[in-house]
């Protein structure tokens, strides 16, 4: 995760939980180098797939 994504995490985490509402605090957690850790609980939670999440959590860094 960039450092840019690293700043914005809070609010990224808050519109996940909005859009996914069975999503948790616990599944947002993020610790640096474990991205695709991340990534695929929210896949496995969520039923998106990875690109789709990816477009969600990196809208602001393209």
Do not use: C, H, P
């Not at 640096?32 to 990816?54: C, F, H, I, M, Y």
């Amino acid at each position: 995760m960039s450092l840019q994504l690293k700043g914005n995490w809070n609010q990224i985490k808050g519109e996940l939980k909005q859009k996914f509402a069975n999503l948790t605090d616990d599944d947002l957690l993020y610790q640096e180098g474990e991205e695709d850790k991340v990534l695929g609980k929210l896949q496995e939670k969520t039923g998106e797939s990875a690109e789709s999440l990816r477009k969600i959590i990196f809208k602001d860094e393209n």
